[in-house]
């Protein structure tokens, strides 16, 4: 109690407030900003990045490299559909519910063995003699294969060479 009496007592000059206003002000102007570090490190990495992907879609005659899995060693790991004279390649990653089923095309009437290139209009090293093919309306390049007692789809995308056999 006696504590608070003797600091009721005390006079505080009227300009005080403005005083530390302006003391506040004058310590903010004093200090130094920090330096933002992330463009050293960043402006190099983002350079880096864009010249290695550049020079994996460059080749070294400086043309666009032709990326199509024609160019590659065919094997057994390739699915590939014979429709007429074009080869069609299966594309795991792409989902079918992408695409409008459109008007069937056939049906596959040859399996070949796993490393086979078809060579007759509609055989297939991968699907299953029976398996019905359609159009996509969205896509005149991709087609859609469903089996018997299948639930979904497969998808199979035009090959930019048309046909394995012809390379």
Request: charged content about 30%; proline content about 3%; cysteine-free.
């Amino acid at each position: 109690m006696k504590i608070k009496k003797e600091i009721n007592k005390i006079e505080l000059p009227k300009n005080l407030h403005e005083k530390s206003q302006a003391g506040v002000l004058k310590a903010k102007s004093e200090m130094t900003k920090p330096r933002r570090k992330w463009p050293l490190i960043a402006i190099p990495t983002i350079v880096v990045a864009l010249t290695l992907f550049l020079l994996t879609i460059i080749d070294s005659n400086g043309g666009m490299r032709d990326i199509d899995i024609a160019d590659e060693e065919i094997s057994s790991s390739i699915a590939i559909l014979r429709i007429g004279n074009t080869d069609y390649v299966y594309d795991s990653n792409l989902n079918s519910t992408h695409y409008t089923v459109g008007d069937k095309i056939g049906e596959v009437k040859t399996k070949l063995q796993e490393d086979a290139l078809p060579e007759e209009d509609f055989s297939s090293n991968f699907l299953e003699a029976g398996t019905s093919i359609y159009h996509v309306v969205e896509d005149k390049n991709i087609i859609l294969a469903k089996g018997k007692g299948e639930n979904e789809y497969k998808v199979f995308t035009k090959s930019s060479k048309g046909n394995f056999n012809e390379n």
